[in-house]
């Protein structure tokens, strides 16, 4: 059930029993994980809404403390820099979103700020463990307090010394724990005991689930010339907001159809991983490249690549080049179909 895709991703020594394993909490129960590639970032300042929500894809300045969204940092051209989830707060403004793509997205929000009161603070000793699949409510509220048990999705509560947010990801029913580091050990240690109904697992089992959803990682499915439309990623944009950074080119696609690219799924008709950034060719031309696979125990062998229009309609075969030869794959349309 091997996934690949994410960038850092060193050779994977878990059993594969222990990662069916893993899988399956995921899709039929609980899954946590420290999450070390996230961090959590603080905007603070009379015009921090003000300033994200015209720095920003998503709805910021309407979201009332208490609630959280998703949303993407993009350059004037809707070429996707980063992803993350705003949680609204009284007084400051919660961003958790990727260690590795925000210094980008930081340099391009400072130089955006002119005579803006707000203030940028990344806060490292705050650390965020996810809790994913549909007994997630259940294993956070051991964790953390059964008032977890009725917070709606897209929502956050402060619970004693931590923050607590509703937030499904990879496809996935899932919550968010965000907490220091001394006080995240004793919450990894809670949910790791069997009366939580979780189990830890490893970034291949959530990988595989979130590429059985189609969801774009960025960085890895997408490059710094991805528009956001391409990689799929309209639940982080709103559609009715006003004006911010990268709309026009949104507007734009969006009216006109003007996409000529987009992340499709792949099934591979010999059950092996194609390797990464493998050509995807149609009738002997490219039309796109391999940039995550899965071994998946629903589906086998899958794959996610952004491919030319040629190739949209469900059900094309494309070839993969790889070492030892062609492989024969054919384009699903995301989600993939899992019966």
């Known amino acids: 059930m091997r996934a690949v895709g994410h960038p850092r991703r060193v050779p994977d020594v878990t059993s594969e029993s222990n990662l069916l394993r893993e899988y399956e909490a995921l899709v039929g129960a609980a899954g946590f994980r420290l999450h070390d590639d996230r961090l959590v970032v603080r905007v603070?300042?009379?015009?921090?809404?003000?300033?994200?929500?015209?720095?920003?894809?998503?709805?910021?300045?309407?979201?009332?403390?208490?609630?959280?969204?998703?949303?993407?940092?993009?350059?004037?051209?809707?070429?996707?820099?980063?992803?993350?989830?705003a949680l609204a707060r009284p007084d400051d403004l919660l961003l958790e979103t990727s260690r590795q793509r925000w210094p980008q997205a930081r340099a391009h929000l400072e130089k955006l700020i002119v005579a803006d009161d707000v203030e940028i603070?990344?806060?490292d000793t705050t650390v965020v463990i996810a809790i994913l699949g549909p007994k997630s409510a259940q294993a956070t509220s051991y964790a953390a307090d059964e008032s977890v048990l009725t917070m709606e999705p897209w929502r956050h509560a402060t619970i004693g010394a931590v923050t607590v947010a509703n937030l499904p990801r990879f496809g996935s029913p899932g919550f968010a724990i965000f907490a220091d580091r001394a006080r995240?050990?004793?919450?990894?240690?809670?949910?790791?005991?069997?009366?939580?109904?979780?189990?830890?697992?490893?970034?291949?089992?959530?990988?595989?689930?979130?590429?059985?959803?189609?969801?774009?990682?960025?960085?890895?499915?997408?490059?710094?010339k991805t528009i956001a439309l391409e990689a799929r990623l309209q639940p982080a944009i709103s559609f009715a907001k006003g004006c911010y950074v990268g709309q026009e080119t949104i507007e734009r696609a969006t009216a006109r159809g003007g996409l000529k690219k987009r992340l499709f799924g792949l099934r591979l008709e010999d059950g092996q991983l194609p390797a990464l950034n493998a050509c995807v060719m149609l009738d002997g031309t490219e039309v796109g490249r391999v940039s995550s696979a899965a071994l998946s125990p629903r589906l086998g062998a899958i794959a996610l690549a952004t491919l030319h229009h040629s190739a949209w309609p469900a059900g094309t075969k494309v070839k993969i080049a790889g070492p030892s030869g062609e492989q024969v794959a054919t384009v699903s349309d995301l989600p993939f179909a899992i019966s």
Do not use: Q, W, Y
């Not at 309407?62 to 949303?71: D, H």
């Open 184 to 224: 995240a050990a004793t919450i990894l240690v809670r949910l790791g005991s069997p009366a939580s109904g979780a189990i830890e697992v490893s970034e291949d089992a959530i990988d595989t689930v979130r590429i059985e959803h189609g969801i774009a990682r960025i960085g890895v499915d997408t490059n710094d």
């Open 44 to 85: 603070s300042g009379e015009d921090r809404s003000a300033f994200i929500h015209g720095m920003c894809s998503n709805d910021i300045i309407g979201l009332k403390a208490g609630a959280a969204v998703e949303a993407l940092i993009l350059t004037e051209h809707a070429h996707v820099i980063t992803s993350f989830f």
């Open 121 to 123: 603070e990344e806060l």
